[in-house]
């Protein structure tokens, strides 16, 4: 479905009126058009900084460089030392500071690695990095901030400052949304250094257009894991996608089939005919079969262990809701949406850890901010996709020693049939009370899908990313 406000507020006229009105004007987002790249920063200007004891400039460099970035350092501020040790280790060509050069093209990218800061004094450096940068960033530009995972740190006022940071991140994401531009948080826990590549790839490119305000926890790779780059980490895969008839599940069969993995797409008899579009249009296998069948792992081993050999995917993304509030709600609408977006999960998951999915398998629930912030009328619904997220965090142990990870993805305000059906008046207040104004689409939550679904993505396990535009519910 198309966003009027938007077509609207890029004409001239529509500008001007807006600008008068005060109405909001949305930034169109860049989002990717092909697969991973090799070198998605390729002659893009990103600007590093780094706080005194900062440890991960060398991973951070690395990554640029492959990238295919052109890496900016900002001269006389409180961590250059370990920036420039690090390039010159890595033998990675430096250049100066952009504001010192008049006409010099802007940084694609603000990166501070504050993983040192200490104390609440030293939260200063955050502020003598980015208070001058900021206003230089283009449009549709990206701010990535390094840190230590709290939950690891016990000394007071490490915890403090490096929790201080996801307030930072969370404000400035909020104060450079109209721009189009996205702030992350990328917290490193111990043995997370070797696996910063692929999440900080992801945050800087494209396919995290809708991504923003966020933080991600990377820690270090399930047994038997080995760093590998993103590109073409999907070729060959075997995925399975629930509810891939049309909607997200659609767009997320479609983006892994785009980064070479074959699908196996699932979805209820009743969608049968929706289901052999989806799959004749990206080469995919549909399998028609109800989520809560209680046969359904077995059905699901039966297709894929004698053809395909297992799964190294699977993406449980059927959903339903039946919003009522809770005094007028019957049992079978509680049971329905409890049973088709959890109980299933959990029980095609204990058949597939049985037989069905291969070691080193990710499993990508689909959880909802509606399961982080609640909603009036969606009791059953807000349970269901909570529940998902302490499922996530539950599991990711014994996913862990098998090689692989379980993660979740929550979506804010997606156009899809679902919203489209909603009131005008909710619909547009959904679009809009976000950092980026706008609803996402579909493709957002497939390429965070995608991205998690990667054996590269091997340092985030448990987690919950949320793909909203930085939703004000429940932020
Ligand atoms: N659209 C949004 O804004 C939004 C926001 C947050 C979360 N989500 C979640 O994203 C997921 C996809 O949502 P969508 O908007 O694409 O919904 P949708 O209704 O367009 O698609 C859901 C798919 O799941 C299938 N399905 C339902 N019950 C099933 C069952 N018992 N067995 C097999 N398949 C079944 C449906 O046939 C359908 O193809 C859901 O889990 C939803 O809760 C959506």
Sequence with gaps: MSDRLMEFTQTPFGKSLANLLGLPQPPRLNRAKAAWADRPLDGKFVTVGSGNGAALAKPLLETLAAAGAVVRIVPEHAGLAPVKQAAAELGIAV?????????????????????????????????????????????????????????????????????????????????????????????????????????????????????????????????GGEPQPLTGSLAGKVALVTGAARGIGASIAETLAREGATVIGMDHPSAEGGLGETMSRIGG??????????????????????????????????????????????????????????????????????????????????????????????????????????????????????????????PGFIETAMTAAMPLGPREVGRRINSLSQAGLPQDIAETVAFLASPAAGGVNGSTLRVCGQNWMGA
């Design 95 to 223: 250049t100066g500071n952009p504001a010192a050069e008049s006409g010099a093209p802007r940084s694609h990218a603000l990166l501070f690695d504050a993983s040192g800061i200490a104390s609440a004094e030293q939260l200063r450096e955050l502020y003598d990095f980015f208070q001058p940068l900021v206003r230089s960033l283009p449009s549709n530009g990206r701010v990535v901030v390094l840190s230590r995972a709290p939950d690891e740190i016990e000394e007071i006022g490490l915890k403090t400052a490096q929790t201080a940071l996801r307030g930072f991140v969370r404000s400035l994401g909020k104060e450079i949304g109209k721009n189009g531009t996205t702030a992350n948080l990328l917290e490193v826990a111990d043995g997370g250094a070797e696996w910063l590549s692929a999440p900080l790839r992801f945050f800087l490119s494209e396919h995290s257009a809708y991504v923003t305000g966020q933080l991600l926890r990377v820690g270090k790779g399930p047994k």
């Design 285 to 410: 296998h549909g399998l028609a079969l109800d989520v809560t069948a209680p046969d359904a792992a077995d059905r699901i081993a039966q297709e894929v262990v004698g053809k395909f050999g297992g799964l190294d995917i699977v993406v449980h993304n059927a959903g339903v809701t039946r919003d009522k509030m809770l005094r007028n709600m019957s049992p079978q609408q509680w049971d329905l949406v409890l049973n088709i977006n959890l109980g299933a999960i959990l029980r095609i998951n204990e058949g597939l850890l049985k037989n069905g999915l291969k070691d080193g398998a990710r499993i990508v629930c689909i959880s909802s901010i509606g399961g982080i912030a609640g909603n009036a009328g969606q009791t059953n619904y807000g349970s269901t996709k909570a529940g998902v997220i302490g499922y996530a965090q539950a599991l990711a142990a014994t996913m862990a020693k098998r090689g692989g990870a379980i993660n979740a993805v929550a």
